[in-house]
T-cell receptor
């Protein structure tokens, strides 16, 4: 059973702080990793993709990947109330080229 | 604006009815997916397709079937709807590399 786990929430941070979201996965051959943001009642929105070890930055978001530790994280700098959402981690296990397993999500609340 | 569209945002059906959920993408993606999302259970893959007329079972295919006659369209069929199929259904598509992009979802209620 290929699994993706995320730190349990909800996670609350004050406005302007750094929010840190974590994800671990069990499939060692996974090669691509994704973070999604999902507002209540809406569908998931892709916000970050990462394919190689290290950091990838996009605006206030930084994704970090460590394949040896089977760990991927998302940092949100200068958190805003509009960042309050559930964040989903997804891993491509690639059995047929593209097969994605999603984590259960972490709910983030940014307090004004 | 490239996107994935789904035929209905809200749908109410009765037990035993045959239900069709349609999904269309305009990004020329090879891969298409159907998920359902339920509170506490997360996103679960029902079926996916990596090419026209090709389909693969996901984690929870029982009670569902799919059809992909054209590259841009992927349909989910509930042969005989049951109350435990009340859920949010999410269609997604992805290119050969890259994460899936989701449609707006269809909230299906089976009475």
């Amino acid at each position: 059973q290929k699994e993706v786990e995320q730190n349990s929430g909800p996670l609350s941070v004050p406005e302007g702080a750094i929010a840190s979201l974590n994800c671990t996965y069990s499939d060692r051959v996974s090669q691509s990793f994704f973070w999604y943001r999902q507002y209540s009642g809406k569908s998931p929105e892709l916000i970050m993709s990462i394919y190689s070890n290290g950091d990838k930055e996009d605006g206030r978001f930084t994704a970090q990947l460590n394949k040896a530790s089977q760990y991927v994280s998302l940092l949100i700098r200068d958190s805003q109330p509009s960042d309050s959402a559930t964040y989903l981690c997804a891993v491509n296990i690639g059995n047929y080229g593209q097969n994605f397993v999603f984590g259960p999500g972490t709910r983030l609340s940014v307090l004004p | 604006d490239v996107k994935v569209t789904q035929s209905s945002r809200y749908l109410v059906k009765r037990t035993g009815e045959k239900v069709f959920l349609e999904c269309v993408q305009d990004m020329d993606h090879e891969n298409m997916f159907w998920y359902r999302q339920d509170p506490g259970l997360g996103l679960r893959l029902i079926y996916f397709s990596y090419d026209v007329k090709m389909k693969e079972k996901g984690d929870i295919p029982e009670g569902y079937s799919v059809s992909r006659e054209k590259k841009e369209r992927f349909s989910l069929i509930l042969e005989s709807a049951s109350t435990n199929q009340t859920s949010m259904y999410l269609c997604a598509s992805s290119p050969s590399s890259g994460g899936p992009l989701f449609g707006p979802g269809t909230r299906l209620t089976v009475l």
